[in-house]
């Protein structure tokens, strides 16, 4: 997985096997119990033990060295300014294609970021709440551009985004129906200032004009300090899709209220001309213009194959040109307790750093 573009000389991702990276999952415990898996994944994705094991421990461990860092930078600049601020909730941007399954990958995180000690308070919050209701749709002429920027109310996206940031309480997000396929009116669901919120979306990663007047033009993932774009082929996102498509054909789409109920009695081959209709109009062409070239601002990049198991991962490389600091981690070395008597998860790495300076002296 090659992300430069043709004048680049240096790649700026680091790109793993997904043997290289499961092996960096070092001791970091399976706290999600067996029973757990099927309520976790989304329709047609896979999850197992396995994937859990080699994709997303390895993730959780990152992301809590990433989280640390970021409360200790938090804490050294709220010293530094002499100021008593708000809560500042880390904010992690899911993005990716239709049925890729970047909501399972969401309710995976959130459930392994919970289990983090101390508990975390993790909220797991879509975009989808933030589209525009289908009347107004309708009246736009974007029905059939359903999913594409300009069919979410974006200032209504970026004002609860921002609430968040400024650690406001309660923060509330709509509601949105798949079943109606549809906002729910007067339906909201509130967000009580967490500790990790996770935001998910097909487009998260967008960015926006450059302003003429030198003003900030905020876009949504101005607010994220983490991102993962959930990558596959067209041809297995298609294949994907219209397999969705026939699934809910013969489930959901039979429920009168759902707004496909007139493709419940397609045939097969009805529903999969029908299924592809549908993908080249609007998921292809959503994704060739607007999702797949953010791609290359995401964090990490999961990249999965025909069979829903991520092949490969790439992290985008932190640049730093001179020596570890003194205290560092790796300047130095082996903490002195073992696995069983640290902490695991959230707040492991300040353990570690609290081990290390007591026996170096380090401040």
């Given amino acids: 997985m090659d992300i430069r573009a043709p004048e680049q000389l240096y790649n700026p991702y680091r790109i793993f096997s997904r043997e290289q990276w499961a092996r960096l999952r070092d001791d970091t415990p399976m706290t999600l119990e067996p029973g757990e898996f099927d309520r976790l994944r ?59 399954g970047k909501s399972t990958t969401a309710r995976v995180l959130q459930a392994l970021l919970a289990r983090w000690s101390p508990r975390p308070k993790v909220d797991l919050v879509t975009t989808d709440g933030f589209l525009h209701p289908n009347a107004v749709l309708e009246r736009l002429g974007l029905i059939q ?35 109606t396929y549809d906002i729910i009116p007067n339906e909201w669901v509130e967000i009580d200032r967490p500790d990790i919120l996770i935001f998910e979306g097909i487009n998260v990663l967008q960015t926006g004009r450059l302003p003429r007047d030198g003003k900030a033009v905020p876009v949504v993932s101005d607010f994220f300090d983490f991102s993962v774009y959930i990558d596959a082929d067209e041809a297995v996102l298609r294949e994907w899709y219209i397999r969705r498509f026939l699934t809910l054909r013969d489930t959901a789409f039979h429920d009168p209220r759902s707004y496909f109920h007139r493709y419940a009695p397609l045939s097969d081959e009805e529903a999969t001309a029908t299924a592809l209709a549908i993908w080249e109009r609007t998921n292809l062409a959503n994704l060739e213009e607007n999702i797949l070239p953010t791609r290359p601002r995401a964090t990490l990049i999961l990249k999965k194959g025909a069979d829903h198991v991520v092949e490969t991962v790439a992290l985008r490389r932190l640049w730093h040109s001179g020596p570890p600091p003194a205290c560092s981690p790796s300047a130095r070395g082996s903490a002195s307790g073992g696995p069983a008597d640290r902490p695991q998860g959230y707040g492991s790495a300040w353990w570690y750093r609290c081990r290390r300076a007591a026996a170096s002296g380090c401040p």
């Fill in 42 to 100: 989304s329709l047609h994705d896979r999850l197992d033990i396995k994937e859990v094991e080699d994709i997303y421990l390895p993730l959780s461990r990152l992301l809590s060295i990433y989280v640390d860092s970021m409360q200790r930078l938090y804490y050294a600049q709220r010293q530094f300014l002499g100021i008593q601020d708000r809560k500042v909730p880390y904010i992690i941007g899911i993005a990716g294609s239709v049925a890729g």
């Fill in 145 to 179: 551009k359903k999913g594409f920027p300009a069919s979410y109310d974006l200032p209504l996206l970026l004002s609860f985004l921002s609430d968040i940031k400024a650690g406001r309480r309660p923060v509330r997000a709509p509601v949105y129906s798949h079943l």
